[in-house]
């Protein structure tokens, strides 16, 4: 949510910034009055242990608007992606939620363990680590039977997800090295065996994949490799702006209607397109008459979106597969327009010639080097040398060459690439590129890491 933030929202960590509750009461109360849009941001739901009715209860002392929006709670979602259902028709009608961990200051516990060991079918511990020999304790004084089932539920929903099933006799011994976040679970529903892990079923579950390339293509290919249980260390080594020098551009779009082809190799050429013909007070009228290719189908997708239908898309995503499908046509004479990156494979342009079309290049937008933090640069490096990673993935050839510049001599990690040129840098840089996607897309490359993972189980 974080990374969605406007630029200049100011981000007041806790703990680097507030000191106590009485202080984010406060603070939440002056910003506001400052006629600030404030968001109190929380892990799971505000109201269940989340002191969202204290911090409510202040607002509407101070006559602060406010609104609340409800969040999914480690203790429904842990057990859920432990597969461990908290109610059951034949184990469990009830259930008790109560906190392993009460507010400082407070003479005795509030918690009535007697009453909840004999009140409900499950009973949900949050925050109970460093307490669970007393709540173990408690329970068991009260009447619980030491063979009661329990599992402990440790970082749940995340991929280090690791689940502890046992008995209440046993599970004080066996979660020794255990430390928090985790959610107990007491009762029959928790029974050893009963239940699969469904996140812990997905292929690539447990795997730690670093995905380097321009920031919003690493978002998109971390999304998908997280949706396969993976986890993603995001890296945006790389960065696009417009190219400053914008005459030849302009010349180009002002005569577009003279070109017989205009030819797209990625969706942030069309991205940069579009702005410069809107920034020419121009759109897609311009490209009447204009045939129009696209390298793949997200180039394609993004053309669409200015609501242009390619004319030509490859069969396979990548330069060769667009040479290949331009070779199917008779390009004499034609005059094929390649708005691209500065860096972009000077292959397409000297195969179209080669066909005898006349060819025109223009520096659409340029590719830098992004700036990676140095404590960034020293956890990735530390993980690199200790062998900690399944994987570093590359969007682009341009993302490895900037990779290698920043961890020097470290390549033993398995590479996987989006395509045959990305490889073929990969390679040249003395990289053991382990997957190339045959279909050269963010899901192709997916479906390549995932069927790898399934030949080395």
């Excluded at 989340?50 to 979602?77: H, K, N, Q, T, Y």
């Excluded at 990779?403 to 990289?431: D, K, Q, S, V, Y």
């Amino acid at each position: 949510l974080l990374k969605h933030t406007r630029q200049g929202c100011e981000l007041i960590g806790r703990r680097a910034h507030v000191n106590g509750q009485d202080e984010i009461n406060r603070l939440m109360i002056e910003k506001a009055r400052e006629g600030k849009h404030v968001v109190r941001l929380k892990g799971g739901d505000p109201f269940l242990f989340g002191r969202g009715g204290e911090e409510a209860e202040a607002l509407a002392l101070a006559d602060i608007p406010f609104e609340v929006v409800p969040g999914a709670s480690a203790a429904l979602a842990a057990p859920a992606y432990a597969g461990i259902p908290l109610t059951h028709r034949l184990l469990s009608s009830s259930v008790a939620i109560v906190t392993g961990h009460e507010a400082d200051g407070k003479a005795e516990s509030t918690v009535d363990w007697e009453q909840l060991s004999h009140a409900v079918d499950t009973l949900v511990v949050l925050m109970g680590v460093a307490n669970l020999p007393s709540i173990v304790g408690r329970l068991l004084a009260a009447g619980t039977s030491a063979s009661t089932p329990v599992a402990l539920v440790h970082r749940g929903t995340l991929p280090q997800q690791t689940v502890l099933t046992s008995t209440l006799a046993e599970v004080v011994g066996q979660a020794q090295g255990i430390e928090p976040p985790a959610v107990l679970v007491v009762g029959e529903v928790a029974q050893p065996g009963r239940w699969k892990s469904w996140f812990e079923q997905k292929p690539l579950f447990g795997r730690r994949i670093v995905v380097a390339g321009e920031a919003t293509r690493v978002d998109a290919l971390g999304d998908l490799l997280c949706e396969e249980g993976a986890e993603v260390v995001a890296l945006p080594v790389i960065e696009t702006a417009s190219n400053e020098d914008t005459v030849p551009l302009n010349r180009a779009i002002e005569a577009l209607g003279g070109y017989d082809w205009l030819v797209f190799t990625s969706d942030k050429g069309v991205h940069f397109f579009w702005e410069r013909l809107g920034t020419l007070g121009l759109d897609a009228r311009q490209l009447g008459g204009v045939n129009v290719a696209a390298i793949g189908s997200a180039t394609a997708g993004a053309l669409a979106q200015e609501g242009i239908s390619a004319d030509l898309i490859p069969d396979r995503y990548c330069t060769e597969g667009l040479v290949e499908a331009f070779a199917s046509l008779d390009l004499r004479g034609a005059r094929m327009l390649l708005p691209r990156s500065d860096l972009a494979n000077p292959l397409l342009p000297q195969r179209l010639v080669a066909m005898g079309a006349a060819v025109e290049e223009v520096v659409l937008y340029r590719t830098l080097p992004a700036q990676v933090a140095p404590d960034r640069q020293a956890e990735i490096a530390g993980v690199l040398r200790r062998g900690e990673l399944d994987f570093v993935v590359f969007t682009s050839a341009s993302s490895a060459r900037r990779f290698a510049e920043i961890f020097p001599g470290l390549h033993e990690t398995a590479i996987a690439c989006l395509g045959p040129a990305t490889a073929e840098a990969a390679r040249h840089l003395g990289m053991s590129v382990q997957v190339v996607a045959e279909q050269h897309t963010t899901g192709g490359l997916v479906e390549a890491i995932v069927s790898h993972q399934g030949r080395e189980a």
